[in-house]
T-cell receptor, first 116, second 116 residues
Framework: AQTVTQSQPEMSVQEAETVTLSCTYD???????LFWYKQPPSRQMILVIR??????QNATENRFSVNFQKAAKSFSLKISDSQLGDTAMYFC?????????????FGKGITLSVRP | DTEVTQTPKHLVMGMTNKKSLKCEQH?????MYWYKQKAKKPPELMFV???????INESVPSRFSPECPNSSLLNLHLHALQPEDSALYLC???????????????FGPGTRLTVL
């Protein structure tokens, strides 16, 4: 079974600053995806970024980038130039790549507040 | 069409009512999911449909009954619910990645359900 741990329940960052959200996971699988999902107060869950485990290069999407350390089973999200619209709950998630029924395993989430 | 839609946005029902939630996607995704989410918690998987067949039921009580009439539509029929079933119900879908494996999940905006 897989587990995903987000140990920080809340973080706060000043607008335009950079913030890093932590995530660790545990699995015996070798072929998997990792995701960061964002859920603003409007409650729509949005995919922010995904990383395939076999790729060594860290994924980036505009202001969002990850630091994927496969050996350490760590998958942190860096948000650069934070904006007020980044205020949301962020969930780290794991999904096995192989086999049927691709279930997401979520962490508990972290609430990020961006201060003006 | 590049989104998952859900209706209704809000639903209030009594414990003796029968109601249905609807989810639709026209992206050609072949896996569809129902999740239940309580405030400030990660989504909990309820059901997975793969190619219109129920592939996962996470031991959900029978008062929740899923239905997948076709590849674009997913319903959740509700009957004799309890107040503790009040939550945000999220639908998601995934594009196929070969065989019965799937890529990332895309979520709808959810239906906020209140059971009185």
């Amino acid at each position: 079974a897989q587990t995903v741990t987000q140990s920080q329940p809340e973080m706060s960052v000043q607008e335009a600053e950079t913030v890093t959200l932590s995530c660790t996971y545990d699995t015996s699988e070798n072929n998997y995806y990792l995701f960061w999902y964002k859920q603003p107060p409007s409650r729509q869950m949005i995919l922010v970024i995904r990383q395939e485990a076999y790729k060594q290069q860290n994924a980036t999407e505009n202001r969002f980038s990850v630091n994927f350390q496969k050996a350490a089973k760590s998958f942190s999200l860096k948000i650069s130039d934070s904006q007020l619209g980044d205020t949301a709950m962020y969930f780290c998630a794991f999904m096995k790549r192989s086999g049927a029924n691709s279930k997401l395993t979520f962490g508990k989430g972290i609430t990020l507040s961006v201060r003006p | 069409d590049t989104e998952v839609t859900q209706t209704p946005k809000h639903l209030v029902m009594g414990m003796t009512n029968k109601k249905s939630l609807k989810c639709e996607q026209h992206m050609g995704h072949r896996a569809m999911y129902w999740y239940k989410q309580k405030a400030k918690k990660p989504p909990e998987l309820m059901f997975v449909y793969s190619y219109e067949k129920l592939s996962i039921n996470e031991s959900v009580p029978s008062r929740f009954s899923p239905e997948c009439p076709n590849s674009s539509l997913l319903n959740l029929h509700l009957h004799a619910l309890q107040p503790e079933d009040s939550a945000l119900y999220l639908c998601a879908s995934s594009p196929p990645a070969g065989g019965t494996t799937y890529n990332e999940q895309f979520f709808g905006p959810g239906t906020r359900l209140t059971v009185l």
